[in-house]
């Protein structure tokens, strides 16, 4: 296979050639949701990000197996090793079982995944499911001796790992920083240091997400999960982990250390991290009050939103920034993705009902090429974005007769504009006028007009025909009538 993709590995700080340990398969693993609480931006972008990778490795002719977790245990209030775990409080604020928490909420993210149109992952495991996995993981690393045992729950050592391993490759750290900027130990004398962190935590009594182990009844710590799942699907060495790059530090450098502790090695190649999402400029964070899920997004409903965006938009706006630079989030930004995604969807709908000619006088030919290789440059979706507008031209002067085009460039300009448009950004045509259960219901409202207005006519009430196509066409409906009926757009 020829390998001509590049990612920016941030492990090594640089572009590297992406060459699989074992083509054609690759082994992905992307960190997924903790489901306590309905998916907001900040889950959208990791979400696309990845998937955008997936699809295009499997264009590239890879065979991927793409690993998503789920969270639904451990992930405590304040970090690590402290704090109520979260879903367990949803739950005793719901009065819920926790699984019943996790369900809902996942049922939902799904949801909102589709509307996205993120294809699901190969295997999304949860992290309760593979407790008796995490257990034997931990005693690996107990074994090694980078982990012990203290009134009940397990730690890992932090500067014993250190002085052999060296701890904070990933984020570039080092320990005496971060010995210097975290706080002293108080009252919690169980952990040796404070850099060290739990693979297990004893439950206590009122704690019900409790699981029996050879130290006491209790539960994993956050980070272990991945180590666990990612190296059983995966194998003890993989190709990829992505994740948002909020979780460099601690998560992945922890996951980086329980690995190789456990396997005497590290287990990925090639780590990938998304850049996060601002809104006007701010971090996103509950109490700044600019939280703000992918349901109030496609509904309109939260104050800092002028309007609805289809899922689509959300999408596309998305794909317009490299993964690794930051995206900011404003209403002007939105409205101006949401013109651009139909200007693009307009073109690529007067693609499909183009008639070729003998000769082109457009040149299309290279855009395949020129698109393949903005992708294989660490997936630079903007620049993608940028040839398929700058085809565009050439579609509409083709349609509005300015131009011709050949019935061989014809053919490759449809099969290039699909590849790119649906199956490797993932764009859906039929969706650009919202989400489906609202773009049908204004489909059917507009239908239901018109039919009044053709009864009208037929009734020779010319007043009220003339009325409902007035109103129709004010408000930006364009109206043509046909021998069978009608047709209409926007
Ligand atoms: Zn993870």
């Given amino acids: 296979m020829e390998h001509n993709l590049f990612i920016y590995n941030t492990l090594t700080r640089r572009k590297e050639r992406f060459i699989p ?18 998916g907001h931006l900040g889950h959208a972008r990791p979400a696309i990000t990845f998937d955008l990778l997936f699809r295009w490795l499997q264009q590239s002719g890879y065979k991927v197996r793409y690993v998503r977790n789920i969270t639904d245990v451990g992930h405590l209030e304040h970090d690590a090793d402290e704090g109520e775990d979260k879903i367990a409080k949803k739950a005793r604020l719901e009065q819920k079982e926790p699984m019943e928490v996790v369900q809902y909420y ?61 701890y904070g490759i990933l984020s570039g750290r080092n320990i005496d920083d971060l010995l210097e900027n975290t706080r002293e130990l108080d009252g919690q004398q169980e952990k040796h240091c404070s850099l060290d962190f739990a693979l297990w935590k004893k439950a206590q009594p009122e704690h019900i997400m409790r699981w029996p182990s050879p130290w006491s009844d209790g539960f994993p710590g956050w980070h272990l999960e991945c180590s666990t799942m990612g190296t059983k699907y995966l ?174 460039d014809l053919e490759e300009l449809k099969a290039t504009y699909k590849l790119f448009v649906e199956d490797v950004l993932g764009l859906k045509a039929d969706a650009a006028e919202g989400s489906s259960s609202t773009s049908d219901a204004y489909k059917k409202a507009v239908d239901l007009l018109l039919n009044i207005r053709l009864e009208a006519k037929q009734n020779k009430d010319w007043a009220t025909s003339d009325k409902i196509r007035n109103a129709l066409q004010a408000a930006g409906f364009t109206i043509k009538d046909t021998k069978d009926g009608f047709e209409w757009s926007l």
């Avoid at 593979?130 to 690996?140: D, G, M, R, S």
């Avoid at 456990?262 to 701010?282: C, D, F, K, P």
């Avoid at 020129?370 to 294989?376: G, L, V």
Wanted: negative net charge.
């Fill in 106 to 166: 996942l049922n939902r993210y799904h949801k909102a995944m589709e509307a996205l149109n993120v294809l699901p992952p190969s295997i999304e495991p949860h992290a309760s499911g593979h407790i008796i996995e995490q257990i034997e993981f931990i005693k690996q690393i107990l074994d090694a001796g980078y982990a012990y045992i203290s009134e009940g729950s397990v730690y890992f050592d932090v500067r014993k790992y250190d002085h052999d391993h060296k």
């Fill in 235 to 408: 194998g003890q060495q993989f190709d990829i982990h992505g994740g948002g790059m909020d979780l460099v530090f601690p998560h992945h450098e922890c996951e980086i250390a329980q690995s190789t502790a456990a396997l005497g090695h590290e287990s990925v190649r090639y780590w990938m991290h998304n850049n996060m999402i601002t809104i006007n400029g701010q971090k996103m964070g509950k109490s700044l009050g600019n939280f703000i899920t992918l349901d109030e997004f496609f509904t309109g409903s939260h104050k800092l939103l002028d309007q609805a965006y289809a899922p689509m938009t959300i999408r596309f706006f998305i794909l317009q920034a490299q993964y690794r630079s930051t995206v900011d989030f404003s209403n002007e930004a939105l409205k101006a993705s949401e013109k651009g995604y139909q200007r693009l969807m307009e073109a690529y709908s007067r693609l499909k009902s183009l008639k070729p000619a003998a000769t082109s006088t457009v040149d299309v030919k290279d855009l395949r090429a020129k698109c393949t290789e903005a992708m294989n440059d660490d997936l630079n979706s903007p620049i993608v974005i940028s040839h398929l507008f700058e085809a565009a031209k050439a579609i509409n002067a083709v349609a509005d007769g300015k131009a011709t085009i050949s019935a061989e």
């Fill in 21 to 38: 340990l074992n083509e054609p398969y690759v082994g992905m693993y992307v960190c997924g949701p903790t489901v306590y609480g309905d």
